[in-house]
């Protein structure tokens, strides 16, 4: 007798923090039995593309389905078709408007936002030149990061935000975002940039240019710790997506056999810097994971 099969949905496949949520899913369901299929759009954050992905999971038959949904709101007719088929629904990282799922894991990203701001303003003594990178205008993390990152700089009357520009949440974008800043400003002190792959393309930019200065980002990828250690940026915030990935497949899993799930499951981000890197430096793979009662109910 074969185990329940639950299809994991991102919105691309060139996110690394995306490849640690399919991670986390994979080591959750092979510890409980069960199966992963894994889809995302071939174009990054296709809200077509994911919609067509989800029309064929539900005629597919899968057990429960985990969604990074690519908008808040423009996936509704597939929510619905998703709920009247008894599919349970698990969202990650982006929640629609209006939630149809067993619950959403994620983070608050106003307060780690703002948490991964604040270390870039407080290295630059309170005072200085700050661009930000901003996310992709579809994603619902992007203006609550936004906010997080304006909610800080509102208590360092020092920090001038010069402009902040969408990157799209990907690495060439924001490569070419970074490019127009440093033309049109000749004094940046820092840049804040809402994902590290964004991060990497700002780095890129600045390599190019043979500037540096100090960057912050979100996400905690094996890739932006490799940077934070060659001293290319300051820090990151870690958006637990390994967590976040092993947590929805479990939850899935107990909401199957009639278990309680709470309706929203957020996990603190920690800040990665040169002084922590060493110990987040490994592959999603071998990375420890928060086990569901150490995150859920708060035991080991």
């Given at each position: 007798?074969?185990?329940?099969?639950?299809?994991v949905?991102?919105k691309?496949?060139?996110n690394?923090?995306?490849?640690?949520?399919?991670?986390?899913a994979?080591?959750?369901a092979?510890?409980?039995?069960?199966?992963i299929?894994?889809?995302?759009?071939?174009?990054?954050?296709?809200?077509?593309?994911?919609?067509?992905?989800?029309?064929?999971?539900?005629?597919?038959?899968?057990d429960?389905?985990?969604?990074?949904?690519?908008?808040?709101?423009?996936?509704?007719?597939?929510?619905?078709?998703?709920?009247?088929a008894?599919?349970?629904l698990?969202?990650?990282?982006?929640?629609?408007?209006?939630?149809?799922?067993?619950?959403f894991?994620?983070?608050?990203?106003?307060k780690?936002?703002?948490?991964?701001?604040v270390?870039?303003?407080?290295?630059?003594?309170?005072?200085?030149?700050?661009?930000?990178?901003?996310?992709?205008?579809?994603?619902?993390t992007?203006?609550?990061?936004?906010?997080g990152?304006f909610?800080?700089?509102?208590?360092?009357?020092?920090i001038?935000?010069?402009?902040?520009?969408?990157?799209?949440?990907?690495?060439?974008p924001a490569?070419?975002?970074?490019?127009?800043?440093?033309?049109?400003?000749p004094h940046?002190?820092?840049?804040?940039?809402?994902?590290?792959?964004m991060?990497?393309g700002?780095?890129?930019?600045?390599?190019?240019?043979g500037?540096?200065?100090?960057?912050?980002?979100?996400?905690?990828?094996?890739?932006?710790?490799?940077?934070?250690k060659?001293?290319?940026?300051?820090?990151s915030?870690?958006?637990?997506?390994?967590?976040f990935?092993s947590?929805?497949?479990?939850a899935?899993?107990r909401?199957?056999?009639?278990?309680?799930?709470?309706?929203?499951?957020?996990?603190?981000?920690?800040?990665?810097?040169?002084e922590?890197?060493?110990?987040w430096?490994?592959?999603?793979?071998q990375?420890?994971?928060?086990?569901?009662?150490?995150?859920?109910?708060?035991?080991?």
């Amino acid at each position: 007798m074969t185990g329940p099969t639950i299809a994991v949905v991102t919105k691309n496949r060139t996110n690394p923090a995306y490849g640690g949520a399919l991670a986390g899913a994979t080591r959750a369901a092979v510890r409980h039995g069960a199966a992963i299929a894994y889809f995302a759009p071939e174009t990054p954050d296709d809200i077509a593309e994911q919609a067509a992905i989800l029309e064929t999971a539900i005629a597919g038959g899968y057990d429960a389905i985990v969604l990074m949904p690519a908008h808040e709101t423009a996936l509704d007719p597939t929510l619905d078709r998703i709920a009247a088929a008894g599919i349970p629904l698990v969202f990650v990282v982006n929640r629609p408007k209006h939630a149809r799922g067993v619950t959403f894991i994620g983070a608050d990203n106003r307060k780690l936002a703002a948490a991964i701001a604040v270390r870039l303003f407080a290295h630059l003594g309170g005072a200085g030149n700050v661009a930000i990178v901003d996310g992709h205008p579809d994603s619902t993390t992007t203006p609550e990061r936004h906010d997080g990152f304006f909610a800080a700089a509102a208590d360092f009357p020092g920090i001038r935000i010069l402009e902040a520009r969408s990157g799209l949440y990907q690495r060439a974008p924001a490569r070419d975002v970074m490019r127009a800043l440093l033309d049109r400003y000749p004094h940046i002190d820092g840049v804040v940039v809402a994902n590290d792959l964004m991060a990497l393309g700002a780095i890129d930019a600045l390599s190019e240019a043979g500037r540096r200065m100090p960057l912050v980002s979100i996400n905690g990828t094996p890739d932006a710790v490799a940077a934070i250690k060659a001293g290319d940026m300051l820090a990151s915030a870690c958006f637990d997506t390994l967590a976040f990935g092993s947590i929805a497949v479990e939850a899935a899993l107990r909401h199957r056999l009639g278990d309680a799930v709470p309706a929203e499951i957020l996990l603190p981000a920690a800040i990665i810097d040169a002084e922590n890197a060493a110990a987040w430096d490994t592959p999603y793979e071998q990375r420890d994971c928060a086990s569901w009662d150490a995150v859920v109910s708060g035991g080991k």
